[in-house]
């Protein structure tokens, strides 16, 4: 009993370890969202290109994130998670010194391949060292490590660091240099340790190591059958394997679903995130205090990635947990909209933000769980999620700001992160009905 403790603790660690890569990659992300207005006016940019700037991350993972879950199935979670975090850093060290619209979306374009390694990465990892009934747990974890740096960089970030460094281009260069020193300790550690012979392609003996806990559940959801989802086809690269995991991952109706809800919540999390701040600011609030209110939203982000999941797997009511996450969400951009900077704006940042938090763990906890995906496709289906998904995260920012050239108004552009709530309530709906049929 002792040591499969020991061995819970170690695969709690080595995913607080690893949360750490969500982290630097929210704070360098958003540290352009959170300087945004500057930024437009020093580079000289439209609300248009400044669109395209907040959701260029996202744009990345439209060609690239289904191979890249392919990927990190393959090589493992360890190289993939220290590479990425290498690749963002120096995007971002980049964009420190990049002059114009141009060199800026090719440095964030960068950032974004990286970034699909983190995205993916995790819940393989998660994957690897948990059995699929436990991992809404740890992926709570990272969920909040990532919020801890979008929040980071809106409280203190733009408010109390980039003024001390000298602006937003100190900013960006140091948070790139700490990123790039933590992805290259975390890949030196995770090389050392062999992490990445725990996905099942190594020997039995890693798997023991990293889920010692696993029989403590006494259940069938134990080592037997995470060591048959990670079969022999887990660590090959032929084309014939990768069509056949390909054509499975694309048919999948469930995981259809969790995509259309995936394509939502991406659409609601980086239009907010990206513009929520600028919307604010042109409501009257000085920049420092609209930073602050956007934490407001990522924390509550973090109650709900807490808080959610916890329920649903409490009441086995993961399905129904995402369509009422997306009603909250719905409500809560309904009342920022009218709100103006009121109480009735402050009630929405908090609803929109708690609802967000929800439908983060659940797209990622549910496909574990799905008959033919489990543990081995796990970072081949939520690539898929992404590649898709991320046409919303693209667009939501790209929306908003196109709209407000087109309006003068930042109304119209957040009535569709709106619509894109509903469109969860009815995703969720449809996942509910197939699960009771």
């Given at each position: 009993m002792g040591s499969r403790r020991t061995g819970g603790r170690r695969a709690y660690g080595m995913t607080l370890a690893a949360a750490a890569s969500y982290t630097c990659l929210m704070f360098v992300w958003f540290s352009l969202p959170a300087y945004l207005p500057t930024i437009i006016g020093d580079v000289g940019l439209t609300n248009t290109q400044a669109g395209v700037l907040a959701g260029a991350i996202p744009l990345t993972y439209i060609p690239l994130a289904l191979f890249s879950g392919l990927a990190v199935d393959r090589l493992g979670p360890g190289r993939a998670i220290g590479v990425g975090v290498l690749v963002y850093g120096g995007g971002q060290i980049g964009r420190s010194v990049a002059p114009g619209f141009a060199s800026l979306l090719a440095f964030t374009l960068v950032m974004g391949v990286g970034a699909t390694a983190i995205t993916f990465g995790l819940p393989k990892l998660v994957s690897v060292l948990f059995p699929p009934a436990r991992t809404g747990r740890p992926t709570a974890l990272y969920l909040v490590a990532a919020s801890a740096g979008s929040a980071g960089v809106f409280a203190v970030g733009r408010p109390v660091l980039g003024p001390a460094l000298g602006g937003w281009r100190p900013l960006f260069l140091w948070s790139g240099v700490v990123a790039v020193a933590y992805g290259a300790i975390w890949l030196l550690v995770a090389l050392r340790i062999g992490i990445d012979d725990a996905d099942g392609s190594g020997s039995g003996d890693a798997d023991d190591t990293w889920n010692g806990?696993?029989?403590?559940?006494?259940?069938?959801?134990?080592?037997?059958?995470?060591?048959?989802?990670?079969?022999?086809?887990?660590?090959?690269?032929?084309?014939?394997?990768?069509?056949a995991d390909l054509r499975l991952v694309l048919?999948?109706?469930?995981?259809?679903?969790?995509?259309?809800?995936?394509?939502?919540?991406?659409?609601?999390?980086?239009?907010?995130?990206?513009?929520?701040?600028?919307?604010?600011?042109?409501?009257?609030?000085?920049?420092?205090l609209a930073g602050q209110a956007t934490s407001l939203f990522v924390v509550a982000v973090v109650v709900g990635v807490l808080g959610i999941p916890e329920l649903a797997d409490r009441f086995d009511a993961r399905r129904p947990a995402l369509a009422a996450s997306g009603a909250v969400a719905f409500l809560g951009i309904t009342a920022l909209i009218a709100g103006d900077t009121g109480a009735l704006a402050v009630v929405g940042i908090a609803?929109?933000?708690?609802?967000?938090?929800?439908?983060?763990?659940?797209?990622?906890?549910?496909?574990?769980?799905?008959?033919?995906?489990?543990?081995?496709?796990?970072?081949?289906?939520?690539?898929?999620?992404?590649?898709?998904?991320?046409?919303?995260?693209?667009?939501?920012p790209v929306l908003v700001g196109t709209l407000y050239d087109a309006t003068g108004s930042y109304g119209p552009g957040f009535g569709i992160l709106a619509a894109g709530a509903v469109g969860v309530v009815l995703a969720g709906g449809a996942l509910v009905s197939l699960d009771r049929g």
């Open positions: 806990d696993t029989d403590d559940a006494g259940s069938g959801n134990g080592d037997e059958d995470r060591t048959g989802d990670a079969g022999e086809d887990g660590g090959r690269l032929d084309p014939g394997s990768l069509a048919t999948h109706r469930e995981l259809q679903l969790v995509v259309a809800v995936g394509t939502m919540y991406l659409l609601i999390n980086h239009g907010m995130q990206g513009w929520l701040p600028t919307l604010l600011e042109s409501r009257g609030l000085p920049a420092a609803a929109a933000g708690l609802g967000t938090g929800g439908l983060s763990p659940l797209v990622r906890t549910i496909p574990p769980e799905l008959d033919g995906i489990g543990s081995r496709l796990t970072g081949t289906a939520v690539g898929f999620i992404f590649a898709i998904g991320e046409i919303g995260g693209f667009a939501g």
